[in-house]
């Protein structure tokens, strides 16, 4: 009992003091995500997306601490990776952008994880952000391929996008791709503005 309370005072310490040094996937101490997990962050070689992971395992974790709890710590981390497993490919873009979502899922969510995202690739990366999609009309979440692809054709640049991506390469961020239709119309958007599009995702899902 007196050994067990030791051991939470010394935790409950350590969390005050040391906030940040918790692996976001397996609590455990360590500055970041710890090797054990990161060894989990294995991209599937048969999508044509350019990914950081499989949808499971720890990407699928932190994935969830970021949008669903918030974890900032969890958010920089995808962040990071995206940057270290792609860092060439980033620099040869002008903007970093996120593909958008739905208002419905802004709101539930209290933050757009899209944009936080966009932000933090584009701060290791010394590139600009900036937000240039409308939402799609409906939450892909929950749709079928189809109408996965029907719900991202409703995706438009804002009011000054064009001005912004005209003459420009933008990199498109997204979370999780699924069918990849959210991806495909941002970047569609992108070219018919007079811009040069690529685009990245941390973790592949795969179309169900």
Not at 45 to 52: A, G, N, T, W, Y
Not at 82 to 91: P, V
Not at 146 to 151: A, H, L, S
Request: hydrophobic share 40%; proline share 3%; glycine share 10%.
């Amino acid at each position: 009992m007196g050994k067990r309370l030791h051991v939470r005072i010394i935790d409950g310490l350590l969390d005050t003091l040391y906030p940040r040094l918790r692996c976001p996937v397996c609590d455990g101490y360590y500055n970041g995500l710890c090797p054990v997990c990161r060894l989990t962050i294995v991209p599937e070689p048969e999508s044509d997306i350019l990914h950081c992971s499989r949808y499971e395992g720890s990407a699928k974790i932190l994935v969830s601490s970021f949008k669903s709890a918030g974890s900032f710590n969890a958010g920089k981390e995808i962040a990071g990776i995206i940057h270290s497993r792609f860092e060439d490919y980033i620099r040869d873009f002008d903007i970093v952008t996120w593909a958008p979502s739905s208002r419905l899922s802004r709101q539930r969510l209290g933050f757009d994880h899209g944009e936080v995202l966009a932000r933090n690739v584009a701060a290791l990366a010394g590139r600009e952000h900036a937000r240039l999609f409308k939402a799609p009309e409906f939450e892909q979440k929950g749709l079928e391929r189809t109408g996965r692809q029907e719900n991202a054709l409703t995706i438009r640049l804002v009011k000054n996008g064009q001005s912004l991506v005209k003459g420009r390469k933008i990199l498109v961020l997204d979370d999780v791709a699924t069918t990849g239709s959210t991806l495909s119309s941002c970047m569609v958007k992108i070219t018919d503005a007079g811009g040069i599009a690529g685009a990245v995702a941390f973790a592949y899902q795969g179309a169900r």
